[in-house]
């Protein structure tokens, strides 16, 4: 089945630490983006990339890093530079040229 | 500045009552407008896409309908796993980078 995966599930960091969601998409898709969600708040996008090796800022960058070195793959790390970053966690994925984003199932991050 | 407002925030309907959610929008030129369905704890699971103005899409009890201001998400004969929350999503006309505009969304309620 195609799809997107995220792992882990849950996450659970404490204060200083980096840690590191995984986004893996089998469906070859060319674009691939991270969004934040917060309670009572829409998605924000933190980054996105639309080829390999290739990745922008979104609005909400500080404190983030990605890397795009297979088309499959858009990990996201959250560092400790990121003042609040418990949230729930979307990566999502798109055709190139084509407004569809898939999401997949995400990944709750709390920080102790 | 580009920006999505749903409504209401909450809704509570008793099974079988139609009712309709709103996502007005101000953007600089219309590219898509997009409504995804999320369950708690879920990633969203996209339901449709819409590109100008009178155009209309339908799945079992939903249809999507578009204006120049605003999109209408109509559920009608609700039943109780309908229950879930409606994200509403713009891309602008000015943006080829696929990022997407969401409002806060739309919590639904549907009680049998």
């Given at each position: 089945d195609g799809g997107i995966t995220q792992s882990p599930k849950y996450l659970f960091r404490k204060e200083g630490q980096n840690v590191t969601l995984s986004c893996e998409q089998n469906?070859?898709?060319?674009a691939m983006y991270w969004y934040r969600q917060d309670p009572g708040q829409g998605l924000r996008l933190i980054y996105y990339s639309q080829i390999v090796n290739d990745f922008q800022k979104g609005d909400i960058a500080e404190g983030y890093s990605v890397s795009r070195e297979k088309k499959e793959s858009f990990p996201l790390t959250v560092t400790?530079?990121?003042?609040?970053?418990t949230a729930f966690y979307l990566c999502a994925s798109s055709?190139?040229?084509?407004n569809e984003q898939f999401f997949g199932p995400g990944t709750r991050l709390t920080v102790l | 500045e580009d920006q999505v407002t749903q409504s209401p925030e909450a809704l509570r309907l008793q099974e079988g009552e139609s009712s309709s959610l709103n996502c007005s929008y101000t953007v600089s030129g219309l590219r898509g407008l997009f409504w995804y369905r999320q369950d708690p704890g879920k990633g969203p699971e996209f339901l449709f896409t819409l590109y100008s103005a009178g155009e209309e899409k339908e799945k079992e009890r939903l249809k999507a309908t578009l204006t120049k201001k605003e999109s209408f998400l109509h559920i009608t004969a609700?039943?109780?796993?309908?229950?879930a929350t409606y994200l509403c999503a713009v891309q602008a006309?000015?943006?080829?980078?696929g990022k997407l505009i969401f409002g806060q969304g739309t919590t639904l309620q549907v009680k049998p």
């Open positions: 469906l070859n898709h060319d400790s530079a990121q003042k609040n970053p055709i190139r040229g084509h | 609700p039943k109780p796993e309908d229950s006309g000015w943006s080829n980078t």
